[in-house]
Nanobody, 123 residues
Framework: QLQVVESGGGLVQPGGSLRLSCTAS????????IAWFRQAPGQEREGVSC????????KYIDAVKGRFAISRDNAKNTVYLQMNSLKPEDTGVYYC????????????????WGQGTQVTVSS
């Protein structure tokens, strides 16, 4: 069974940092491009960032550029999302998703989804 599990969410004050992890089981992550999505209460889910199989040509939405960094450690079968200078508008459930395709696109149809991890940015 193909699964990804997110971890690392929590409550943080504005300006703080969190690192989310997305760990795969049942498949080799190095075959997949991975993306992070988020969904705020009452809003649609949006793509935040993605990383292709090769680890280069990462993509970010404008709202997180310069603050978030996506990376992958294929030896650990894990993708990370380092989130710095967090803002209240970053609050939401963060999901990781995988697609068995070399290149990444936040508009792609992803094959594997996790259950999400809650990120709350509040003072």
């Amino acid at each position: 069974q193909l699964q990804v599990v997110e971890s690392g969410g929590g409550l943080v004050q504005p300006g703080g940092s969190l690192r989310l992890s997305c760990t795969a089981s049942g498949f080799n992550l190095y075959d997949y491009s991975i993306a992070w999505f988020r969904q705020a209460p009452g809003q649609e889910r949006e793509g935040v960032s993605c990383i292709p199989v090769g680890g280069d040509s990462t993509k970010y939405i404008d709202a997180v550029k310069g603050r978030f960094a996506i990376s992958r450690d294929n030896a650990k079968n894990t993708v990370y999302l380092q989130m710095n200078s967090l803002k209240p508008e970053d609050t939401g459930v963060y999901y990781c998703a995988g697609i068995r395709y070399y290149y990444c696109s936040l508009g792609a149809t992803f094959d594997v989804w996790g259950q999400g991890t809650q990120v709350t940015v509040s003072s």
